[in-house]
């Protein structure tokens, strides 16, 4: 690839740093690469790593840069309490003398969702093909809880294109909808020291530890030393709690993702990150149907049951995404 029509798409979470070369078309990707954030003390450090481990290829003339975060023109500096990276963007730019362009790392998660093939998404929940535009939610369970939003616009021409836009709904609070819910909410209060429980707190790999600490305290037994997802998923062969754990972690989710419906009047629901997929065994089709309405009014159900969810199963969906973006910038 020339230097001209070549771009470097980046897509950074908690956990790792994702990177690979674009052709305009968004079709050809070469030099595909992972990091784990851990390794490096900034951005600008990975992505030199990048460059040296892809001398042979010349340097683009841009990069798309998505990153876990609140990405706002207006705060030069971009932070998360899920990645270390304090990214200051005009240092960022003149350090590699490359111009980039910004972006949370949900909207490349939001452009995958259109562009997957029926081999890369397993279906969640079935609804109905609505009769015009209608925003799709995408939610996404990795080291945080990613929320992004494809609005349809009507163009000039008379047809529909999506922009998607990031959103802040995993930090949203926990809603009580039945006995179960508000005893889950207590115990994150009172018993694991989280005092606004957020979404995030328990539907995110970080957030597991803490579901699985509440499903013990509920029947008196002590959790143990549980820090991670991993620590949890490898109890469950003989440990209970932990199964429980994995098996709940769906239907709060649904409970989740009826919240998003509502909020965005949505005809779908996408389900992506590096979470779900490794716990699909756990997924009960028809107990995710049910907590998904659990607690909503009659008025509300004809939305709801409309809506279509797919879970993301493609391995590298961001890259999906950000091949539409390259297109489309």
Avoid at 66 to 82: E, F, K, L, Q
Avoid at 122 to 132: R, V, Y
Avoid at 200 to 227: A, F, M
Avoid at 286 to 303: D, K
Wanted: proline share 7%.
């Amino acid at each position: 690839m020339s230097q001209a029509l070549t771009t470097l798409g980046v897509d950074v979470g908690g956990t790792n740093f994702r990177a690979a070369l674009f052709a305009p078309d968004g079709k050809n990707l070469t030099g595909i690469s992972a990091y784990p954030v851990k390794d490096f003390a900034s951005a600008e450090s990975a992505v030199q790593q990048f460059f040296a481990d892809h001398s042979g290829y010349a340097r683009p003339a841009r990069i798309i840069y998505a990153t876990c975060g609140v990405v706002d023109a207006d705060v030069p500096v971009i932070t998360s309490r899920n990645n270390p990276w304090q990214l200051d963007r005009a240092q960022f730019q003149q350090t590699l003398g490359i111009p980039t362009l910004f972006f949370n790392d949900f909207i490349p998660q939001a452009y995958a969702a259109l562009g997957l093939n029926p081999s890369q998404k397993f279906l969640l929940k079935n609804g109905s093909e609505p009769t015009e535009p209608k925003p799709i939610v995408v939610i996404g369970p990795g080291t945080g809880l990613g929320v992004s939003v494809l609005v349809p616009i009507m163009t000039g021409a008379g047809s529909v294109r999506f922009h998607a836009i990031a959103t802040e709904g995993g930090n949203n609070p926990i809603g009580v909808r039945d006995e179960h819910d508000l005893a889950l909410v207590t115990s994150l209060i009172k018993k694991c020291n989280i005092p606004h429980p957020t979404y995030e707190d328990i539907l995110s790999g970080r957030g597991l530890p803490n579901l699985y600490r509440t499903i013990c305290y509920k029947d008196d037994r002590i959790p143990g030393d549980v820090k991670t997802a991993e620590d949890v998923a490898l109890l469950t062969a003989s440990n209970i709690f932990a199964k429980r754990t994995l098996e709940a972690f769906w239907m709060i989710l649904a409970g989740f993702a009826a919240t998003k419906v509502l909020d965005n009047n949505a005809a779908a629901v996408f389900v992506s990150g590096g979470v779900p997929p490794k716990l699909l065994k756990y997924f009960n089709p028809s107990a995710y149907a049910q907590s998904f309405m659990l607690g909503r009014p009659e008025s509300q159900t004809s939305l709801l049951e409309r809506s279509t969810h797919n879970l993301i199963t493609a391995p590298d969906p961001a890259f999906i995404g950000l091949a539409q973006m390259v297109r489309q910038l």
